[in-house]
Nanobody, 124 residues
Framework: QVQLVESGGGLVQPGGSLRLSCRAFGRSFLRYAMAWFRQVPGKDREFVSAITYGGGARVYADSVKGRFIISSDNAKDSVYLQMNSLKPEDTAVYYC?????????????????WGPGTQVTVSS
């Protein structure tokens, strides 16, 4: 069984920064990529960013390009999301996810494991 645990969420003012972390626990497992999604009540879950194992490729949603940076530490089975220039519309629960198999489109891939989420609130 694989468990994902997110941390780093909180309340921040517009224009501020937060860094989310996600660590995978469990027996060794195959993974192709790790990703971040977000969701607000009443709306569909939204892709934010993904990174392939080894960091060879990074993908970002248009809404966060230039503001968010995804990175990973394979030795720690961890993925991070540095969020800068935060806006009120970034407010959401942020989820970490893992894809075990190859995908041609990480924005629409069916991810295999999910964390419980961490709340990010951007407000003055």
């Amino acid at each position: 069984q694989v468990q994902l645990v997110e941390s780093g969420g909180g309340l921040v003012q517009p224009g501020g920064s937060l860094r989310l972390s996600c660590r995978a626990f469990g027996r060794s497992f195959l993974r192709y990529a790790m990703a971040w999604f977000r969701q607000v009540p009443g709306k569909d879950r939204e892709f934010v960013s993904a990174i392939t194992y080894g960091g060879g490729a990074r993908v970002y949603a248009d809404s966060v390009k230039g503001r968010f940076i995804i990175s990973s530490d394979n030795a720690k089975d961890s993925v991070y999301l540095q969020m800068n220039s935060l806006k009120p519309e970034d407010t959401a629960v942020y989820y970490c996810a893992v894809a075990r198999t190859y995908s041609t489109d990480l924005t629409t891939h069916e991810y295999d494991y999910w964390g419980p989420g961490t709340q990010v609130t951007v407000s003055s």
